[in-house]
């Protein structure tokens, strides 16, 4: 009860002042918002909004607001993997924008809260015993696991001097192949913890935490977090190589297949499938793991009128 009151009104206090500072800046003629034209005046609407929602306690309206501030943070991840392996992050035109890369992390902040006053509100009362998914879930999963294949492999393949698999003559590092196989390592471990037994009850391996149950925020959380990034970016993804790919667009000047190489193939299959894995095996957790119906109660004040996932 009181941990989610103090996410609610956290989340309720920090989308205030970031929908006012971007009400202001907006005012004063910043026009682009998280690296989107025209969508400064939006997202301050929608930053007040959540806001509003959240601080009335109108728990039906949350889980739409946080997928929207979700997704206008769809390209953090590309600016973190950039940050990490250059130390800055760019703009499509090459130019520094720390700007947008700082607004998109105030964006996936904003959604984390608003995700954990909902979460945490139904985290009461007697929870089902720990179990795996169900049998389509888990395929769905292993199936997200199999996406990165393409992507992983054709990075891998690169690195270690297979030519043709990637655009211009530059080829990862063996760091960066490190880098990317941890990377790949902890996305495989966030995809099958909802869908299995030690999603829900700490394994015998974490030691001193083995037996007890996981907080259920602790994986859906992170989760929905990354999970709007990766189908967006996918997706998205998708139709840019198939417009590159028929000649409509350029990438750097050309078109065509040869523009973009097997990595362009490779990356909104794996993006895409891996992101859609995860909304799916995200979805299933929180059904599977609600607790008993009639063995909890909302705090006080929380209006549960409308669709809403506990």
């Known amino acids: 009860?009181?941990?989610?009151?103090?996410?609610a009104g956290a989340a309720g206090v920090c989308t205030a002042l970031f929908g006012i500072g971007t009400g202001i800046g907006a005012f004063a003629g910043q026009d682009e918002f998280a690296g989107f034209p025209h969508a400064a005046w939006p997202g301050a609407a929608v930053l007040l909004?959540?806001?509003?929602?959240?601080?009335?306690?109108r728990r039906w309206a949350v889980w739409p607001l946080a997928v929207v501030l979700l997704a206008g943070s769809c390209w953090l991840l590309l600016n973190l993997v950039e940050l990490a392996l250059t130390g800055t992050v760019t703009d499509r035109h090459g130019d520094p924008d720390?700007?947008?890369?700082?607004?998109?992390?105030?964006?996936?902040a904003a959604g984390a809260l608003l995700v954990a006053v909902v979460v945490r509100r139904g985290t009461g009362g007697v929870r089902p015993p720990a179990t795996a998914a169900p049998a389509r879930i888990c395929r769905i999963a292993?199936?997200?696991?199999?996406?990165?294949?393409?992507?992983?492999?054709?990075?891998?393949?690169?690195?270690?001097?297979?030519?043709?698999?990637?655009p211009g003559p530059a080829r990862p590092s063996y760091s960066m192949a490190a880098a990317l196989c941890v990377g790949l390592g902890l996305a495989v471990f966030l995809l099958l913890g909802p869908v299995r037994p030690w999603g829900m009850v700490f394994p015998r391996w974490t030691l001193l935490l083995a037996g007890r149950r996981v907080p259920r925020f602790l994986p859906i959380v992170p989760v929905w977090l990354i999970a709007p990034t990766f189908v967006l970016y996918g997706l998205g993804a998708a139709v840019y190589v198939g417009l590159v790919t028929g000649g409509v667009l350029r990438w750097h000047g050309r078109s065509g297949f040869g523009a973009l190489s097997?990595?362009?193939?490779?990356?909104?299959?794996?993006?895409?499938?891996?992101?859609?894995?995860l909304t799916a095996c995200a979805v299933s957790y929180q059904l599977r793991?609600?607790?008993?119906?009639?063995?909890?109660?909302?705090?006080?004040?929380?209006?549960?009128?409308?669709?809403?996932?506990?």
């Open 1 to 7: 009860m009181r941990s989610t009151v103090w996410a």
């Open 49 to 57: 909004l959540a806001s509003v929602v959240v601080l009335t306690r």
């Open 98 to 108: 720390w700007p947008a890369f700082l607004q998109r992390l105030g964006l996936t």
């Open 142 to 166: 292993y199936a997200g696991c199999v996406a990165w294949l393409p992507y992983g492999g054709v990075h891998l393949l690169a690195a270690f001097g297979v030519p043709g698999l990637e």
């Open 262 to 277: 097997y990595i362009g193939v490779a990356m909104p299959i794996s993006f895409a499938g891996y992101g859609l894995a």
């Open 289 to 310: 793991t609600r607790p008993a119906p009639g063995s909890t109660a909302a705090p006080s004040g929380w209006r549960d009128e409308g669709p809403g996932v506990q």
